[in-house]
């Protein structure tokens, strides 16, 4: 009975870890990670009644093609991407306007196999449910 106990003190405290990390350090004080290594963006997505929202986001390329992918618990940005995919992307104090597209298939098996998520990075993000990625295709 003992070791159910702390088993469920452990099982609480990575629970709350979790929701503090994602919530707080991720969600509301969105770090920048350039200098781990971690190249980044800034998406602007629009809702429903126009209004701007920014997420700072982890970013990769495959095949020369920019990707982002929704792998946290919060995923509004992304819901609001694939209801008005017209974002806008800031990379490095460069803005540019760009198309979201889902990438599901084929392409998403390639992608994803090429740019896995650590199990470090899972483990900090709580196992969170499978990712989504988009693809960033530039607007013309």
Do not use: C
């Amino acid at each position: 009975m003992k070791v159910l106990k702390w088993v469920g003190v452990i099982v609480a405290v990575y629970v709350a870890f979790v929701v503090v990390f994602e919530t707080l350090f991720l969600g509301l004080y969105q770090p920048k990670l350039e200098r781990t290594s971690i190249p980044m963006l800034v998406i602007a997505t629009t809702d429903d009644s126009g209004v701007p929202r920014e997420r700072r986001l982890a970013r990769f390329e495959t095949d020369g093609k920019l990707y982002v992918s929704a792998h946290h618990w919060p995923r509004g940005w992304y819901s609001r991407a694939l209801e008005n995919p017209n974002v806008r992307v800031e990379i490095d104090g460069v803005v540019a306007d760009y198309i979201a597209a889902a990438v599901e298939g084929e392409e998403f098996e390639r992608v994803a196999a090429e740019n896995p998520l650590p199990l470090p990075i899972l483990f900090l993000m709580g196992f969170p449910p499978p990712r989504d990625i988009l693809r960033l295709d530039p607007a013309m």
